[in-house]
């Protein structure tokens, strides 16, 4: 299966910042998607990176706060923008594994607190 | 939009009994529907998956039962243990097998030694 290693693992931030997120896969992947784990909480999908073109995102999502990067086929970052004590998190980046995307492996999330 | 329902919130068994989490999707195109487990302060780890062609699939004691009919599909746990005490998540495809996933929102399950 696919290996991700996100960094950083965690972050505490100073509100009004922006803190940048990365992914970084060992076998390339048509599509990565980055979600967000609120505490205690399941996980909503931000947006979907793709290489060559904008991320695609979710409805409450906006590029302007949460803008990605997709640069190639095994890379992408997430940013989160001008950041509140609302945006604290867990954001976790994934990918669908094989041709059929069986199953999505996940990064180990970077836990992010704003204070 | 798209949405998965789970049921329970929580649930708690004793150490042998067996554990049962619902799911139920709303999108018609969805096909793919894996069942993740998360530890306190891991990464959910997928544990076992059904594709919309298969009724069941089992894994040692685990088990997943899909009516696509219905749109529910199901977790079964069997003979659980107390390293099974974590919280259970299932997802639903949306728009086929590279689509991203809708998550439920969770069930935390307690097995009790």
């Known amino acids: 299966s696919a290996v991700i290693s996100q960094k950083p693992s965690r972050d505490i931030c100073q509100r009004g910042t922006s803190l940048t997120i990365q992914c970084q896969v060992d076998?390339?992947?048509?599509?990565m998607f980055w979600y967000r784990q609120q505490p205690g909480q399941s996980l909503t999908l931000i947006a979907t990176a793709n290489q060559g073109s904008e991320a695609t995102y979710e409805s409450g999502f906006v590029i302007d706060k949460f803008p990605i990067s997709r640069p190639n086929l095994t890379f992408s970052t997430l940013t989160v923008s001008n950041m509140s004590p609302e945006d604290s998190s867990i954001y976790l980046c994934?990918?669908?594994?094989?041709?059929?995307?069986?199953?999505?492996?996940f990064g180990s999330g970077t836990r992010l607190t704003v204070v | 939009g798209e949405n998965v329902e789970q049921h329970p919130s929580t649930l708690s068994v004793q150490e042998g009994d067996s554990a049962v989490i619902k799911c139920t999707y709303s999108?018609?195109?969805?096909?793919?529907f894996p069942w993740y487990k998360q530890e306190l302060g891991k990464r959910p780890q997928l544990i076992i998956d059904i594709r919309s062609n298969v009724g069941e699939k089992k894994d040692q004691r685990i088990a997943v039962t899909l009516n696509k009919t219905a749109k529910h599909f199901s977790l079964h746990i069997t003979e659980t243990q107390p390293e099974d005490s974590a919280v259970y998540f299932c997802?639903?495809?949306?728009?086929?097998?590279?689509?991203?996933?809708?998550f439920g929102k969770g069930t935390k399950l307690s097995v009790k030694p």
């Open positions: 999108d018609s195109a969805s096909n793919y």
């Open positions: 076998s390339q992947v048509t599509m």
């Open positions: 997802a639903a495809s949306r728009g086929g097998s590279q689509g991203n996933l809708i």
């Open positions: 994934s990918v669908p594994e094989g041709t059929r995307g069986d199953g999505y492996t």
